[in-house]
């Protein structure tokens, strides 16, 4: 997957207000964002419609990795030769245990996201499959702490609203931020959460029809896992049809007596979609996203350097996206598992 301009589409106040209001819900019925709105029904559909034709957003479920036993997180930024890059890249994206790769500029050339249920298997990463790819010549590791804001939703990070700017909201809405239930998931559960990984808006009915119970019972799993946080069905918009071209990840070195303080100050600046707490070269790292480098420029002399107790920023710059699979974990586990095959990218684009 490239991070490629959408077609020349030009966003109105309506657009950002039914992104923004489908980035909160994804499953809400097209008459309940009619009515938020202010316009009809057919025209909310429409013009919802139109925006997931063209690509602009899409309804994808975000599952909680740690409902799944995923608990061990890694970024790790590896410096594979230039004639080898791309290559390496595509022998990256066919690891199961990897959900992002991109290809970056700054210390590394590849950076990748990986989780696993025992950190066992990150040793494995690293010397079985890292070891087997060619080019690489080598990698640094940062396990992953403490999440302290996770957000795909692009309008909230960025405090964009109808064109202007403000402040943007409290992340307590975050995702994996909110506590894992402690009642878990059952093979129902995982079975509903591929259905709707497949397609996040299908009718409880439907639901209901395929995994064999009434739609009364599927309608009370799915607000079971919607209300505990187990997993969220969101519109997750392509941040360059927001005019966001400049995306950068900034590893910063902290005085260990605040780097907490820090971490939940990052959380309310705009354009930062991601805050953790880390093990590694950098106490916390961010994830950021700017329409020119003159914003990311200004951010780091303004905002990061405006917070006592940051030493030092490094930032890599990504350049293409390769992989990003955090909305089919489910699907991915229950492959592991032999229980399904995997699929393709779902359509998911019909507004109801």
């Known amino acids: 997957m490239k991070l490629v301009q959408p077609p020349d589409f030009d966003l109105d106040d309506l ?63 590896i410096q594979v030769s230039l004639a080898d890059l791309h290559a390496a890249a595509d022998r990256l994206r066919a690891l199961p245990s990897v959900h992002l790769v991109m290809i970056t500029a700054g210390p590394h050339n590849i950076i990748i996201e990986a989780m696993f249920t025992d950190p066992k298997d990150l040793a494995g990463l690293l010397t079985r499959d890292l070891g087997s790819i060619p080019g690489i010549k080598s990698t640094e590791t940062t396990t992953v702490l403490e999440w302290r804001k996770m957000s795909f939703s692009y309008l909230a990070s960025s405090g964009l609203v109808a064109g202007k700017t403000r402040k943007p909201e409290a992340p307590a809405s975050d995702h994996l931020v909110a506590p894992v239930s402690d009642e878990g998931i059952d093979e129902l559960d995982l079975r509903l959460l591929n259905e709707l990984e497949a397609d996040g808006r299908q009718p409880v009915s439907d639901l209901a029809k395929k995994l064999g119970t009434s739609r009364a019972y599927m309608s009370s799993r799915l607000q079971r896992i919607l209300d505990q946080r187990i997993a969220r069905i969101v519109a ?31 959380r309310y600046l705009p354009n930062i979609n991601a805050v953790v707490i880390a093990a590694g070269r950098h106490d916390i790292i961010i994830w950021t996203m700017f329409p020119t480098p003159p914003d990311l420029s200004a951010f780091l002399d303004k905002e990061l350097g405006g917070i006592p107790g940051i030493i030092s920023a490094e930032c890599t710059m990504l350049l293409e996206l390769r992989k990003m699979s955090f909305p089919y974990l489910v699907r991915s586990h229950l492959a592991a598992k032999g229980e399904t095959k995997a699929a393709k990218a779902p359509p998911a684009k019909q507004a109801r």
């Open 15 to 77: 657009d950002l207000k039914i992104l923004r209001e489908m980035e909160a819900d994804g499953r809400q019925s097209i008459s309940a964002l009619a009515k938020t709105l202010g316009i009809s029904r057919a025209y909310a559909g429409k013009r919802l419609q139109t925006l997931l034709d063209r690509r602009v957003t899409r309804i994808v479920t975000f599952t909680d990795p740690r409902v799944l036993g995923l608990r061990t997180m890694a970024i790790i930024g």
């Open 236 to 266: 997750h918009t392509d941040p360059m049809a927001l005019g966001y071209h400049i995306f950068a990840m900034i590893g910063i070195k902290a005085l260990p007596s605040d780097t907490s303080a820090i971490a939940d100050k990052l």
